[in-house]
């Protein structure tokens, strides 16, 4: 798809002996928008929350002396990023939801462990994906379960993933509920923890009432 649209997207790796802000990968997204602060400033709003975000910016881009105008910067999520947000080197995972798959229940990706797929591993990583097992079995029992509860509780920490719902509440940001889930499973620590991936903000800007038009 990025080859079909007159301004495309691009993907840079520097040296490991060149790094830039703590990483050498980076992706330079096309706004969705004309005006390009939507995803900005939907994960600003999350940082405010504490919640584990990369941190884009807005960036002209010029290569080889040619602009190519306004792009959103993206760190990738991999070790560099687990490190720059205080985790030792863990897994994380990515799941999301393809054209159709609202019709399939098997294609839930919170009831489907072969729907995740590993974005970045330590050297304790199993295939099995047992954290992340565990605590999607205890997801799906604990409705039923109060002891399935009590567990989910361990793994799952409440105070993280209320921010979470008060991040997509605040933001109508509710696509990512069920799609462009990326998690850290920490199996130090036994947590899995969201990271926002991706946000949108639901309202419509032409709802929004400003200041200035009051005065």
């Known amino acids: 798809r990025n080859y079909l649209l007159g301004k495309k997207?691009?993907?840079?790796?520097?040296?490991k002996s060149?790094?830039?802000?703590?990483?050498?990968?980076?992706?330079?997204?096309?706004?969705?928008?004309?005006?390009?602060?939507?995803?900005?400033?939907?994960?600003r709003v999350s940082q405010k929350l504490g919640l584990v975000t990369p941190?884009?910016?807005?960036?002209?881009?010029i290569i080889n002396g040619s602009n190519y105008g306004v792009f959103i910067q993206h760190t990738h999520l991999n070790e560099e990023f687990l490190r720059g947000h205080g985790f030792m080197p863990v897994e994380i995972f990515k799941s999301d939801r393809e054209i159709g798959d609202e019709q399939a229940n098997?294609?839930?990706?919170?009831?489907n462990i072969s729907r995740w797929k590993v974005l970045a591993q330590s050297g304790r990583y199993s295939a099995e994906k047992r954290l992340l097992k565990?605590?999607?079995?205890?997801?799906?029992?604990?409705?039923f379960d109060d002891q399935s509860y009590r567990e989910l509780k361990l793994i799952?920490?409440?105070?993280?993933?209320?921010?979470y719902a008060v991040?997509?509440?605040?933001l109508e940001n509710f696509h990512t509920g069920n799609h462009n889930l990326r998690i850290i499973a920490d199996d130090q620590s036994g947590f899995i923890i969201p990271i926002i991936w991706d946000p949108i903000?639901?309202?419509?800007?032409?709802?929004?009432?400003?200041i200035a038009d009051r005065q």
């Open 134 to 143: 565990r605590g999607l079995d205890l997801l799906n029992s604990s409705v």
């Open 9 to 15: 997207s691009w993907r840079i790796k520097t040296r």
């Open 167 to 170: 991040q997509d509440i605040l």
């Open 201 to 210: 903000i639901g309202f419509n800007d032409n709802d929004m009432e400003f």
């Open 156 to 163: 799952f920490p409440i105070d993280v993933w209320a921010k």
């Open 55 to 61: 941190d884009p910016r807005l960036v002209e881009l």
């Open 106 to 111: 098997t294609h839930r990706l919170w009831q």
């Open 18 to 43: 060149n790094l830039y802000h703590g990483s050498r990968k980076f992706s330079f997204h096309v706004p969705r928008k004309a005006i390009p602060v939507e995803a900005p400033a939907a994960y």
